[in-house]
């Protein structure tokens, strides 16, 4: 129950299209939700959150939308930048530990 | 925004020594603080929460005597290998609460490599 489903496992997307990364838990409990970009080699770092008590969230070209009643919630990364190819992690919480999903590694190709 | 500083960034170490791995939150008191281990191309497992002034939570799994935590300090928290072996060589990778926005920021990560 303490799961993350996050998909897909890579995504090549064109520059200025749109990436779009999925996730989908079961825990109810979980009340925040925050998305994370890593590069190789280094730390996660927190990209844009959402709590369940709205289903939208935009941040610049980073949009969270949220489910509540399906338990799902995606990352949509407006316009793609060559410089945004990383791998993107959705988490989610219940106040005390993260639970990560597998990660989705995106490419974006000229 | 919130930083948190993790050092080394990268070490190497003989089969059997000790190494420590310092985590701290620059601009923030943190009273709890979280230790990941990373495998290539794998997302963040969770080995431990470490509450200041308190012992750390261990994950099913993780070997407490191997993997020593702690917490001394709002903004520092430590994590030593111990008697560390090649199958002990990861990406680690600290994390810290911010209370006041409850927020985890993580640090850069230290890559372990054991000979």
């Known amino acids: 129950q303490q799961q993350v489903k996050q998909s897909p496992q890579s995504l090549i997307v064109q520059k200025g299209g749109i990436s779009i990364i999925n996730c989908a838990y079961e825990?109810?409990?979980?009340?925040?939700f925050p998305w994370y970009q890593q590069f190789p080699g280094k730390g996660p770092a927190l990209l844009i959150a959402?709590?369940?008590?709205?289903s939208e969230k935009k941040e610049g070209r980073f949009t969270i939308s949220f489910n509540k009643s399906a338990k799902q919630f995606s990352l949509h990364i407006m316009d793609s930048q060559p410089g945004d190819s990383a791998t993107y992690f959705c988490?989610?919480?219940?106040?005390?530990?993260?639970?990560f999903g597998t990660g989705t590694r995106l490419t974006i190709i000229p | 925004g919130a930083v948190v500083s993790q050092h080394p960034s990268w070490v190497i170490c003989k089969s059997g020594t000790s190494v420590k791995i310092e985590c701290r939150s620059l601009d923030f008191q943190a009273t709890t603080m979280f230790w990941y281990r990373q495998f290539p191309k794998q997302s963040l497992m969770l080995m431990a929460t470490s509450n200041e002034g308190s012992k750390a939570t261990y994950e099913q799994g993780v070997e407490k005597d191997k993997f020593l935590i702690n917490h001394a300090s709002l903004t520092l928290s430590t994590l030593t290998v111990t008697s560390a072996h090649p199958e002990d060589s990861s990406f680690y990778i600290c994390?810290?609460?911010?209370?006041?926005?409850?927020?985890?920021?993580f640090g850069a990560g230290t890559r372990l490599s054991v000979l």
């Open positions: 994390s810290a609460r911010d209370w006041r926005v409850n927020i985890q920021y």
């Open positions: 825990n109810t409990a979980f009340d925040y």
């Open positions: 988490a989610a919480s219940d106040d005390e530990k993260l639970t």
């Open positions: 959402i709590r369940p008590d709205v």
